[in-house]
């Protein structure tokens, strides 16, 4: 076992690390203690530093679950579900970019994308304190130098994290408070990077114009890492732009949607 694997647990009916009992029989693609196995596409994620992403996933399966982060179902689908349904939206960031993850939570999708984009700068942002120790644990113990935890509200911490490439976000709000909370972060011209589901697409026509109005246009639907989840990670990208105090722009309303749009333009 290489440094960082989520092993089995040994003998019949054998404690995991969390001590609860677990029988070895475990369901196709869950390991005994019903976490999902590594998937093959992994390793093309994250290459090298795939090591890294197996801890994580441990540290989810574990203290996560225990502290009330993940909940005890989503282990048979930490990798798939959640890790390397967040990692794969590297493939939108530019090289050196500075990203800020708002609402962080258990570290999705900052952590995985931390890992995945080692040229990249990440700030993980969160108000919870039970999720601040979580986070600033689980940066310490994986030594990611690129990548740094804050506490507090989007709204609260522009002045120490705006003027930010890229906000990301994963199942945070509705789009509408998800642009309000995200454009003053942004520099102009940044772009907003909401993890969405099936929805999306009826959230851009809903919010559209109040997003707008926020100072984040060109929405978009925009598809990843089709070729290592299924399904998909859907993808709501928009641009910052100045907005008059008036609050009058030009730009309000362009909006478009686009499901099939390949992923990794810059």
């Known amino acids: 076992m290489t440094d960082g694997d989520v092993g089995p647990a040994s003998g019949p009916n054998s404690s995991t690390r969390s001590g609860v009992a677990r029988d070895d029989r475990a369901e196709p693609g869950l390991d005994p203690a019903g976490v999902e196995i590594e998937p093959?596409?992994?390793?093309?994620?994250?290459?090298?530093?795939?090591?890294?992403?197996?801890?994580?996933?441990?540290?989810?399966?574990?203290d996560g679950v225990v502290r009330g982060l993940i909940g005890p179902r989503?282990?048979?689908?930490?990798?798939?579900?959640?890790?390397?349904?967040?990692?794969?939206?590297?493939?939108?960031?530019?090289?050196?970019?500075?990203?800020?993850?708002?609402?962080?939570?258990?570290?999705?999708?900052?952590?995985?994308?931390?890992?995945?984009?080692a040229d990249c700068e990440f700030v993980l942002v969160e108000p919870l304190e039970r999720r601040i120790v979580f986070l600033q644990q689980v940066v310490s113990d994986l030594g990611l130098t690129n990548c740094r935890v804050v506490r507090g509200r989007a709204e609260q911490v522009i002045g120490e994290c705006g003027d930010a490439d890229v906000v990301t976000s994963r199942a945070v709000a509705p789009l509408e408070k998800l642009a309000a909370w995200s454009a003053p972060l942004l520099r102009i011209g940044g772009?907003?990077?909401?993890?969405?589901?099936?929805?999306?697409?009826?959230?851009?026509?809903?919010?559209?114009?109040?997003?707008?109005?926020?100072?984040?246009?060109?929405?978009?639907?925009?598809?990843?890492?089709?070729e290592f989840v299924d399904p998909a990670t859907?993808?709501?990208?928009?641009?910052?732009?100045?907005?008059?105090?008036?609050?009058?722009?030009?730009?309000?309303?362009?909006t478009r949607g686009r499901a099939d749009r390949p992923p990794g333009r810059r």
């Open 40 to 62: 093959v596409s992994a390793q093309s994620v994250f290459a090298d530093r795939v090591g890294l992403a197996r801890r994580y996933v441990a540290s989810l399966a574990v």
């Open 74 to 117: 989503e282990t048979g689908r930490l990798w798939s579900r959640h890790v390397l349904n967040s990692a794969v939206v590297g493939t939108l960031l530019t090289s050196g970019c500075r990203v800020l993850d708002i609402g962080s939570g258990a570290g999705l999708p900052g952590i995985p994308l931390a890992i995945a984009r």
């Open 191 to 226: 772009e907003l990077l909401g993890l969405k589901g099936s929805s999306a697409p009826d959230e851009i026509l809903r919010d559209g114009v109040a997003v707008a109005n926020s100072g984040v246009v060109d929405l978009e639907v925009v598809t990843v890492g089709g």
């Open 234 to 254: 859907v993808v709501i990208r928009g641009r910052r732009i100045a907005v008059a105090k008036s609050g009058a722009d030009t730009n309000v309303g362009r």
